[in-house]
């Protein structure tokens, strides 16, 4: 790729990704030559105001991102499966942040704390994994460097901001509802997302996961580079708005110094240790969300195993769970 | 103890789990000779009304407890690390639903689905187990009878009544604060509860484990009979009203048939199988709230172990988490 400012285009702009990608790009002092923003087609025209002032969102076409440099795309599944493959023959570096090429081999599937080498093997396409392996693989990667990973069991406690625009607003509008005792059918959800849980996340395949996990599962080995570490995924959505949490039990190789996994993590680039229970301090959604980094706490020994760990994992899932990950990728092409 | 109807006193009757207790023995036609109701002392004197008329509840005293065949105690750690064995030298069966004799060696702990004889050894007082034990324990037993349990990671998701009535009054009214973007301080909890998480329920001891979480692990065991089983909890609060939630993945030392596994848990007593991931069946807290058993779902093999089971598993934390299981333990003695 060239030297210098680029040009960078962002489809999908106005979604809830979308949005948080361009504000990253400004905050980050992305060299950005020209930004265009794209809606995937679905969403009436308008403008956004952005540092460099009012920036029409136009529709998408292949014609008019023709020119861009790199293209963040951020507008679900079906649309990067369509355009993807045909936006990189521009000679554009697409990063997408949907599900579509994430276990496709001749794609690099990037975490740049943890295999930023791979995004070099790009030809033209880079995927962006999801938000909840993003902030468990950037805990897990230092300590499986040292210890050698080789089995994961964790269970997630999602926030609703993972599935959308709408799905924020179904919260927050359920829950004033559900507070006057009144109730509401679910829309965006399978079931009732106020003051209730809801364990599944993505459709189900025939041996009972859910996709969610599946992606957890899969994207894990894959970022880590070794497909004989067993993973073991239960995701659940929770009535938050934003940030996802993660309980992690890890199971190493080698036996696991408790003490020295925090000192680990502690240099652990992008991650940052908040555990001080006596101090009443650990990781909470609430804490994190708007903020870079996956904080990890509640990190103690197995006890029942000393090659095993738990923590305690939380991030902003819109920030390092997206935006902030594909923007990281876009800058180890500056 | 006599036969026919009984004498019953409920302490801490006007608390989440007394008054649930009060509700649950009159629903499960509990033969009944008279029902005292106590005060901890710290609430103003007040009448309760029950199918029987207007109950007055009245400050506790032991005098006034004397006379009863089974009392009920709930009214925190500290009252019955105080009362509850001067109740039992009056010749009463106490049933205490605090941690304080939880682990004590002669204090029965008691979930009647799954070690009802253990009750039968009592000395005068018999412990209720943390809800988080009792749901979890009641989906364990039966597989672990079959196949062995070796190994319970579990990772909880609980709701804000298992802290108590104020705990209730806090989310709802910290929640409509959010909605309307007011930010209140946290009284109940270490954190804010609205739209979060914490994963704090409970002290932390000197190895950053949660009284809950230890709770979790030492009573699983005692109740499971079997020391040897390796627990590994971490408890989370969530923006859950009623009814708590459980993702446990569960080790043995025989391979599990999950099928083989769900129909062994169809057939168990307490526990209701919502397991259809096509129909779109599982449980959640909200459904289960107010319902009587213990709900599983979820249920899939480990695809790294043929020795792992993964499930989910919800409950009332104030019915067969607290006052029904309770009342079932009383129920053994008529």
């Given at each position: 790729m060239k030297r210098g400012r680029r040009v960078v285009s962002v489809v999908g702009a106005t979604g809830l990704v979308g949005s948080e990608i361009t504000r990253v790009l400004f905050l980050r002092k992305f060299p950005l030559e020209r930004i265009n923003l794209f809606s995937s087609g679905r969403s009436p025209e308008r403008e956004v105001t952005l540092p460099v002032g009012s920036v029409p969102v136009r529709p998408f076409s292949l014609r008019a991102v023709r020119g861009s440099d790199i293209v963040f795309l951020a507008a679900g599944g079906r649309f990067s499966g369509r355009y993807a493959r045909r936006i990189a023959a521009t000679g554009a570096v697409v990063i997408d942040?949907?599900?579509?090429?994430?276990?496709?081999?001749?794609v690099p599937l990037v975490v740049p704390e943890v295999?930023?080498?791979?995004?070099?093997?790009?030809k033209g396409l880079i995927a962006n994994p999801n938000c909840s392996t993003v902030q468990m693989v950037v805990a897990l990667a230092p300590l499986h460097r040292e210890y050698g990973l080789r089995r994961v069991i964790v269970s997630t406690y999602q926030s609703v901001s993972g599935a959308g625009l709408k799905a924020v607003g179904e919260l927050a509008v359920h829950s004033d509802a559900a507070l006057r005792g009144e109730e509401m059918e679910p829309r965006e959800f399978s079931r009732e997302i106020s003051f209730n849980l809801i364990p599944h996340i993505g459709l189900f395949d025939g041996a009972g996961w859910t996709r969610e996990e599946t992606k957890l599962m899969d994207e894990t080995r894959k970022i880590l580079g070794d497909s004989s570490i067993s993973v073991i995924a239960t995701a659940v959505r929770v009535p938050v708005f934003r940030g996802h949490s993660e309980s992690v039990h890890a199971e190493f190789s080698r036996p696991v110094d408790p003490f020295r996994a925090r000192s680990i993590l502690e240099r652990a680039p992008g991650v940052a240790v908040v555990d001080d229970p006596a101090g009443g301090l650990y990781p909470t959604p609430l804490e994190c969300a708007g903020r870079d980094g996956v904080f990890v706490g509640r990190?103690?020994?197995d006890p029942g195993s000393p090659r095993g760990l738990c923590m305690w994992v939380v991030s902003d899932n819109l920030g390092k769970g997206a935006a902030l990950n594909a923007v990281q990728i876009a800058e180890q092409f500056i």
């Open positions: 942040n949907s599900s579509a090429f994430r276990m496709e081999e001749d295999n930023p080498d791979d995004a070099f093997r790009h990190i103690r020994r």
